[in-house]
């Protein structure tokens, strides 16, 4: 059982988002618009010959369960925040959430390649009045759900203090809009100009669009899942600090990202004329804001 002193010396690690539950219902609301849409697109996409509008159905329908990840992430991650099995919190839930769905993103850039493929090889006819419709209504739903993420991902949307799992969720959302724009074009341009390999060409474009997201967003989430994401000259200014003017030195010093704008930090001093561990702390803390710090002092 934690005494009473024990209790003054603890602390808690829930570095959660302030706008969590916000940005979870706004989610949960945006797979509900995807699915029914994924069923549309495919459907039509299937009876009316399109495949920029059957790329852009399963494009949905993968999204659909990616944003089924997003939502999970967060709500692991809220049910658990106060559990101590994970020292520094949960925040990184959504990290991995959001890594996982730029995996599946890069996936479906790769299936629409392999789609507009097949259909250079194989066209079909297409009933362009009924898939243009179509689409169309598919631009409006993404719209509206790009719209409903914007805010939450616009709030964090500057340089470490991000949402990785919303961005993932924004981007999926935003590559369905690109791939709706890119099937209305093809389909506009095969009923004027009987251009019929604009479809695949199109799929094909959006696809390298999508795959470039991706790419992006793995190389952020993955940085911060191996606790890389905090930069060179951060580090060199606490220890900088910590060893000015003293005959201290900082042999080892580890600071990495708990929260959207939380960092925590080891330091180990070495020195003839140790000071008072907070005295360290206090001097880190003036370089940047540290959530969790500690400081371990040697003598030589």
Sequence with gaps: MQSTNDATWSHGHDYLSDQLDRNERQTRLVIALTAVMMVVEISAGMMFGSIALL?????????????GITAFAYWFARRHRQSARYSFGTWKVSVLGG???????????????????????????????????VAFVGLVVNIVSAWMLRDGHEHHDHHHDQDYNLRAAYLHVLSDAIMSVAAILALGCG????????????????SLIIGRWAYALVCQTSSVLLDGDVEENTLDA????????SEDRVPDLHVWRVGPDRLAAIAVIVTGSPRPPDEYKRIMQSVVSLAHVTVEVNQP
């Design 99 to 133: 890594f996982t769905s730029a995996i599946v993103l890069g996936l479906v850039a790769l299936l629409i390649v392999w789609e507009s493929a097949v259909r250079f090889l194989n066209p079909e006819k297409i009933s362009f009045d009924q898939a243009i419709s």
């Design 238 to 245: 606490i220890r900088l600090a910590l060893e000015k003017g």
């Design 55 to 67: 790329a852009d159905g399963w494009h949905m329908a993968s999204h659909a369960s990616a944003l």
């Design 191 to 206: 009923k004027l100009f009987g251009w019929w390999w604009m479809d695949p060409a199109m799929g094909i474009v959006g």
